[in-house]
């Protein structure tokens, strides 16, 4: 999947991350798991780490303020409950964040999902669904991809990829014997 990608400046780390993914506990990564096959299947380095939005605020601060030094060009912050989290990454850097909420607590994620969706003008913070891990990813790629051709050019294919195996389905029907629509008709 790297035909034509160009992830790094001369002179940069092949394995610089381009992406950070801060969870707000371990306790979420099972949640987002799914995130890790979309940027490895588009070659994107990322980069993952623990950091409470509550309990650290001094090391989330670092983190932001030092992520665009280290090659970093968007966050993904995940996180439930209250979900702090991805508002707080959004205060302290311009990189793009898109918040990813998980399904925790009494509410199951809902809580999570409306403090992410309902940020302050001038705080803004993509998001996703809840447990919207490979939806984050390709977020993510997309923003990258618009400054990078071949990048685009695979999110290209993989929607082509996408459209053949719906196409497929939509097929297996008919050829079940179930009365459909038949394309071309």
């Known amino acids: ?3 034509g990608i160009k992830l790094k400046a001369p002179g940069e ?3 610089s991350p381009r992406i950070g993914v801060v969870l707000g506990s371990l306790s979420d990564l ?3 798991k799914g995130i890790w096959p979309v940027l490895e299947r588009f070659a994107v380095p990322y980069e993952v780490t623990v950091i409470s939005a509550h309990r650290t605020p001094d090391v989330l601060r670092e983190y932001c303020e030092s992520a665009p030094s280290r090659g970093i060009q968007l966050i993904v912050g995940c996180a439930g409950l209250s979900a702090a ?3 707080a990454i959004a205060s302290l850097t311009d990189i793009p964040v898109i918040g990813l909420p998980v399904a925790s607590g009494p509410l199951n994620g809902v809580d999570a999902l409306l403090a992410m969706a309902q940020m302050p003008p001038g705080v803004p913070v993509a998001t996703t669904g809840i447990n919207g891990a490979a939806n984050a990813g390709l977020l993510a790629v997309r923003i990258l991809a618009m400054s990078n051709p071949g990048l685009r050019r695979q999110l290209a294919l993989y929607r082509e990829h996408l459209a053949g195996e719906t196409v497929k ?4 029907l008919l050829e079940r014997g179930l ?3 038949e394309r071309g008709r």
Do not use: Y
């Open 1 to 3: 999947m790297t035909d």
């Open 13 to 15: 780390n092949e394995s």
């Open 30 to 32: 099972d949640r987002v």
């Open 85 to 87: 989290l991805p508002g």
């Open 169 to 172: 389905q939509a097929d297996s």
């Open 179 to 181: 009365p459909g629509w």
